[in-house]
């Protein structure tokens, strides 16, 4: 007999089926992490702040994000810019109801609504339920036969504004264990490139697409063609808090460089894809009931580590907030480089 689920409120549902993406109008966007005390007193007092690699990533304990006011949820936007990841121990968000948790996401921006994924019953598709179990595929099944399944990315970049201080939280872990989630720092996979390569790329910028590999998947490649929102982000950008460069490439959403021939695309953007895996920048998150992860995804990618056997649970929810346009890291250069290609 198939167990049931922990959190049977929170399955996925889609009544109206998929939908097309939104495209969202470019705006300026209010960062909490500008309005931030550097010194983050609401994380200094009483919390254990544990580096996962001195270059990404910190764990968190000794703190609720549910009993956060507003000057601490700036804080911790700004310490997620800083560490690229944050994972939260022993929480109570799982369970404080969908408007608490609508409400603390969306004190870093506007909500992303997702066209695809399912949401809880009662709510709307601002709650993305990532699921599988004996009959919900996981991300193994749906991608289907191939050597390895990571797909590093960052999240639904194809508008003006892109995702921020994303929260992903967990219901339900596999019972084998697996199913982590890996994080990479595009800023250290900038600083890892020589001073002469960083400014060749200074002046590039990329096409983000919706139409990803995963929406190809969901919907098939006509639709997602037929409805793709596209845009374009400058290849290098600068965090709109830290003002920290960082190599914003996306693996499924950003696969075109903008004025170059397919070869040269393929060839500069499969070096980068490859260099920003590397373990010198990222680090692994394992899952365990109570753990909330917050990323911003302006300076780290992501992928699921679809490891767990077929079958077995997994029950995860996302929220992404928008952000700031990114800007270019290097705007004289960026400038110079686009009139030219004109
Ligand atoms: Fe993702």
Known sequence: MPSEPLYP?????????????????????????????PAKPSFTKGATLTNITPII??????????????????????????RGVL?????????IGFDRQREIVKHYGPLHQHPTMGFPAGTGPEFHVVYADEEAPSL?????????YDLWHVDQTFTPNVPGTTFFWVLETPESGGGDTAFTSLTAAYEALSPAFRRMLSGLSLFHTSA??????RVGAERALKEAISTTHPLITKH????????????????????????????????????????????????????????DQRVTAHTAIPDFPKGERRHVVRMIPYG???EPAFPEEYQAAQSKSE
């Open 9 to 37: 409120h929170y399955l996925p549902t889609r009544p109206d089926g998929f939908a097309q993406p939104t495209n969202v109008p470019l705006f300026e966007a209010d960062e909490a992490g500008r309005r931030a005390d």
């Open 57 to 82: 990533g910190t764990e968190i304990r000794g703190l609720q994000i549910s009993k956060l006011a507003n000057e601490g949820l700036d804080e911790l936007a700004l310490l997620a810019a800083e």
């Open 87 to 95: 994972v939260f121990r022993d929480q109570d968000f799982a369970d």
């Open 140 to 148: 193994r099944q749906l991608l289907g036969p191939r050597t390895t």
């Open 212 to 217: 990803s590999a995963g929406e190809v998947a």
């Open 240 to 295: 709109p808090v830290t003002g920290k460069p960082a190599l914003f490439v996306n693996p499924t959403i950003a696969r075109k460089v903008e004025g170059f021939l397919p070869e040269e695309s393929e060839n500069l953007l499969g070096f980068l894809h490859n260099h920003i895996r590397s373990l010198d920048f990222s680090c692994r998150v394992k899952w365990e009931r109570g753990t909330v992860v917050v990323w």
């Open 324 to 326: 700031s346009k990114p």
